[in-house]
């Protein structure tokens, strides 16, 4: 079963919109977690993480919430832009064991 | 430095060869994830070692999976007999276990593209 969710397979933005895609995870020893893009044919590349102990978390124009009592996570583009058109991956990991838990990715398509 | 580097880039093989995977991780990196994506389960870990050794092979699917890490700079992961529900592609990752309790992101290859004939 898979511990970290992302249900939304796909997601299409107007341009200078905001892009919020979301994440859910079960395990609630999960402390740490964070947000990777991946364009075609590429690695996943780190883009932004949060702690636990940490409900916000903002770099630009990313932004990453952080509900531990829902277990859910989102990660905000604004404005969003064509060139962040990428499959975006929520990941999660235990401080303990340092072991990365990857969603199925969220396919988000910025349109101009 | 490079990042981490996963040879070949793409391997197209038949069913029931052998295939070996590649991967240097980045210098200094004391943990290295192998993983598959596919499309229904998006980025799956197969296993993952820290200081060269293996911590947790849980996620490798079956007997036909094997992964090493003879040291520092060097896995591989080796599909013996290949069957076409392998295909699919394989990245590696290394991450540095950071000190105290911090951890660090995983920084990932490029990945290698199996397709299983």
């Known amino acids: 079963d898979q511990q970290v969710k992302q249900n939304s397979p796909s997601l299409s933005v107007q341009e200078g919109r905001i892009s919020i895609l979301n994440c859910d995870y079960t395990n609630s020893m999960f402390d740490y977690f964070l947000w990777y893009k991946k364009y075609p044919a590429e690695g996943p590349t780190f883009l932004i993480s949060?702690?636990?102990?940490?409900d916000k978390n903002e770099d630009g124009r990313f932004t990453v919430f952080l509900n531990k009592s829902a277990k859910h996570l989102s990660l905000h583009i604004v404005p969003s832009q064509p060139g962040d058109s990428a499959v975006y991956f929520c990941?999660?990991?235990?401080?303990?064991?340092?072991?990365?838990?990857f969603g199925s990715g969220t396919k988000l398509n910025v349109k101009p | 430095d490079a990042g981490v580097i996963q040879s070949p880039r793409h391997e197209v093989t038949e069913m029931g060869q052998e295939v070996t995977l590649r991967c240097k991780p980045i210098?200094?990196?004391?943990?290295l994830f192998w993983y598959r994506q596919t499309m229904m389960r998006g980025l799956e870990l197969l296993i993952y070692f820290n200081n060269n050794v293996p911590i947790d092979d849980s996620g490798m699917p079956e007997d036909r999976f094997s992964a090493k890490m003879p040291n520092a700079s060097f896995s591989t992961l080796k599909i013996q007999p290949s069957e076409p529900r392998d295909s699919a592609v394989y990245f590696c990752?290394?991450?540095?276990?950071?000190?105290?309790?911090?951890?660090?992101?995983?920084?990932f290859g490029q990945g290698t593209r199996l397709t299983v004939v």
């Open positions: 949060i702690s636990s102990i940490k």
């Open positions: 990752a290394s991450s540095s276990q950071g000190g105290g309790t911090v951890n660090t992101e995983a920084f």
């Open positions: 990941a999660a990991s235990n401080q303990n064991f340092n072991k990365f838990y």
């Open positions: 210098s200094g990196h004391n943990s």
